[in-house]
Structure formats: structure tokens, C-alpha cells
Nanobody, 124 residues
Framework: QVQLVESGGGLVQTGGSLRLSCAAS????????MGWFRQAPGKEREFVST????????VYADSVKGRFTISRDNAKKMGYLQMNSLKPEDTAVYYC?????????????????WGQGTQVTVSS
């Protein structure tokens, strides 16, 4: 069993930056691929980014490509999402998630463990 806890969300102005963290505990972390998803009120959960078990394969949603960077530190059992040039449409609850396999995937159904989410609000 793995527990995931996101942190680092907050309120920023358009063009600002935030760094989200995902702390894993209670089990292994380095074996599995990790993903970030986001969900705004009344909308479906949306793929943001994913990184494979060793950090060599990465994929970004078109909406965040060039602005967000996903990374992980397996020794610390931590995942990160650096968000730059934030826009109001980035406003959502951001979730980290962990697969049961090491390779990347872009749909919520491909992930098993989920954190509680952290709120990101971007004001105009």
C-alpha cells in the first residue's frame, strides 16, 4: 500500500510559478510510473503529465507543454511538477498518481494510487 500527499498549491497571479510536490510513503515508489492530473469544478479529470519509473520518458498535455516540467527523486520518494507561466485556465485541484507498472500512461484508469489533491488558483 502506498500513500501519496500533494503539497505546494496556492494562489498566484497570471504568469506566476508554483512547484507542486508529491510525497510517497507506506510502500515502494521507484518501481512505478507517476502522473499528474487536474480537475476543475464540474469538469472531467484531465491529464497533465507523466514520467516513467526512472525519469527517462516524459509526456505532457498540449495545454501545458513548454510551461510545466515533471520530475522525480526516487531516493526521496518524491515527485514534482514545476509550473511556470501560469494561466487562469490552469486553475484546478492537482492530483499526483502512481501506476502499478513502470511505464508512462495518460489516462486516469491507468493509475492505481491517488493523492488527496492540492488546489491551484491562478488569478487574472
Amino acid at each position: 500500500q502506498v500513500q501519496l500527499v500533494e503539497s505546494g498549491g496556492g494562489l498566484v497571479q497570471t504568469g506566476g510559478s508554483l512547484r507542486l510536490s508529491c510525497a510517497a510513503s507506506g510502500g515502494t515508489f521507484s518501481t512505478y510510473a507517476m502522473g499528474w492530473f487536474r480537475q476543475a469544478p464540474g469538469k472531467e479529470r484531465e491529464f497533465v503529465s507523466t514520467i516513467d519509473w526512472n525519469g527517462r520518458s516524459l509526456v505532457y498535455a498540449d495545454s501545458v507543454k513548454g510551461r510545466f516540467t515533471i520530475s522525480r527523486d526516487n531516493a526521496k520518494k518524491m515527485g514534482y511538477l514545476q509550473m511556470n507561466s501560469l494561466k487562469p485556465e490552469d486553475t484546478a485541484v492537482y492530483y499526483c498518481a502512481l501506476r502499478l507498472v513502470p511505464f508512462i500512461a495518460s489516462t486516469p484508469n491507468d493509475y492505481y494510487y491517488w493523492g488527496q489533491g492540492t488546489q491551484v488558483t491562478v488569478s487574472s
